[in-house]
């Protein structure tokens, strides 16, 4: 591989795990169980399969069978098994599930796919629009809930 191509691979790693850091953070903030580490690795891991897939596609590019889409299809179903994991163990107990940290799992790993086809802009609007859902969305759902009578609970996000 030539070395400006691996530097490029490099930089996206590097992208990849920021902007997945930057989405953990504030459910670290938030005191959840998975935070800026499994956001950050995530979002790395996806971008590597896809890169990896995508590379050897380009090496292997006479076999016309060969398509990086499917293993990006792959890391989406792999990352909804952590979810579902996620979910599952931290519902027990208090009846709460982590839903919305498993989706924001969910996200960073299609942030990690998005640096990895070179799609920069995409992945940082992501980032940004997953950073506003747990902040901004949080304070609106509880306050909608304390208008409109639903019972609110910290553990509902």
Partial sequence: MHPILQSEVVLELIVATVLGAVLGFERSLAGKHAGMRTYALVSMGSCLFTVAGTLAAFELSI??????????????????????????????????????????????????????????????????????????????????RLRFGAKYTENNN
């Fill in 63 to 144: 076999f016309s069978a060969i398509n990086p889409l499917l293993i990006a299809s792959s890391v989406v179903v792999g990352i909804g098994f952590i979810g579902a994991g996620l979910s599952a163990t931290h519902g027990e107990g208090n009846n709460h599930a982590e839903l919305t940290t498993a989706s924001g799992i969910w996200v960073a790993a299609g942030i990690g796919m998005a640096v990895a086809f070179g799609f920069y802009s995409i992945a940082i609007a992501a980032t940004l629009l997953g950073l506003l859902t747990f902040s901004l969305l949080a304070n609106v759902e509880r306050r909608l």
